[in-house]
């Protein structure tokens, strides 16, 4: 595996399941993010992990909780989505978090296309 | 509220000719400036970086990036119908320090 991969690439789940999004990254990097991208609305920073410590919640309701074990691994935990949760959820990574000498490019992974009914 | 206005397009160019993708910034602070290309249904590719005023060429791209302006734009030579995307802007903020992305710019090569 290279780059940043993302489990599973589809998701279908009701109001009242519990899933997990998983994301791994080959590049040796050191922050992790989430984004969530819905149609018609700008990439939206979900939460960033650095050397797997939160340093960013941007406000995100509670039903969604990331996790990062390591800096090669990051979940996010869904419990009680709404329909208007449906989108693309991104994983991206950095060779370091993004205040770090003026920003670092971030790589994303395939992303998970999910859908709550 | 840190922005990034990029035109939605459809920006409709020939095949062979020269596209031309624009973007403003609100946050005079901001210091990295990157262009993504996003294929529909799959996730933003990076194609350019950019940090200093000026153009930086990557084969057919060329990065150019106007601080005292504002702005930031993308140059593809040569358009080929495989560029046809979404292409999206993004902003490292000053102070706020997130990447901060526009809507996109949807462009159609046509053969």
């Known amino acids: 595996e290279t780059g940043v991969t993302q489990t599973p690439r589809h998701l279908v789940m009701g109001m009242t399941n519990k899933k997990s999004l998983k994301c791994e990254q080959h590049?040796?990097?050191?922050?992790m993010y989430w984004y969530k991208q819905s149609a018609k609305k700008p990439l939206e920073l979900m939460f960033v992990y650095s050397l797997e410590e939160r340093v960013e919640n941007n406000s995100v309701p509670s039903r969604f909780s990331p996790e990062c074990p390591n800096s090669s691994h990051l979940f996010l935990h869904l419990h009680t989505l709404q329909p208007e949760d449906s989108a693309l959820y991104l994983c991206?990574?950095?060779?370091?978090?993004?205040?770090?000498?003026?920003?670092?490019?971030?790589?994303f992974g395939p992303g998970t296309r999910l859908l709550v009914l | 509220q840190k922005e990034v206005e990029q035109n939605s397009g459809p920006l409709s160019v020939p095949e062979g000719a020269i596209a031309s993708l624009n973007c403003t910034y609100s946050d005079r602070g901001s210091q990295s400036f990157f262009w993504y290309r996003q294929y529909s249904g799959k996730s933003p590719e990076l194609i350019m970086s950019i940090y200093s005023n000026g153009d930086k060429e990557d084969g057919r791209f060329t990065a150019q990036l106007n601080k005292a302006s504002q702005y930031v734009s993308l140059l593809i030579r040569d358009s080929q119908p495989s560029d046809s995307a979404t292409y999206l802007c993004a902003v490292y903020g000053g102070s706020q320090g997130n990447l901060i992305f526009g809507k996109g710019t949807k462009l159609s090569v046509k053969p």
């Open positions: 991206a990574s950095s060779q370091e978090a993004h205040w770090v000498a003026g920003g670092r490019p971030q790589y």
């Open positions: 590049l040796g990097h050191n922050a």
